[in-house]
Nanobody, 121 residues
Framework: QVQLVESGGGLVQAGGSLRLSCVAS????????MGWYRQAPGKQRELVAT???????NYAESVKGRFTISRDNAKNTVGLQMNSLKPEDTAVYYC???????????????WGQGTQVTVSS
């Protein structure tokens, strides 16, 4: 199995910044895409940003210009720098990874447990 553990959530005032981090562990052969999703109360989980193994990033329109996703392939980590936070960014943020694990070689898609981000107005 591949486990993902997030860290870095918390409470911040509107206009502030937070940085989320996620580390993947387990019998990992390769990770193709890592990303961040979020789910606000009463809403469906939505994509925030993803990044491929070669650094191609994709962002939701609502966070473009404010959030930056980054990745360290050697350490199997992904980060999300969130600036100019708004109350509507309040949600539980989940890390996701898609790739292959070894022994046997099979595809995986794993989720972290989530970390709460709360932005006060």
């Amino acid at each position: 199995q591949v486990q993902l553990v997030e860290s870095g959530g918390g409470l911040v005032q509107a206009g502030g910044s937070l940085r989320l981090s996620c580390v993947a562990s387990g019998r990992i052969l390769s990770i193709n895409v890592m990303g961040w999703y979020r789910q606000a109360p009463g809403k469906q989980r939505e994509l925030v940003a993803t990044i491929t193994s070669i650094g191609m990033a994709n962002y939701a329109e609502s966070v473009k210009g404010r959030f930056t996703i980054s990745r360290d392939n050697a350490k199997n980590t992904v980060g999300l720098q969130m600036n100019s936070l708004k109350p509507e960014d309040t949600a539980v943020y989940y890390c996701n990874a898609d790739g292959y694990r070894v022994a046997p070689v099979v595809a995986f898609n794993s989720w972290g447990q989530g970390t709460q981000v709360t932005v006060s107005s």
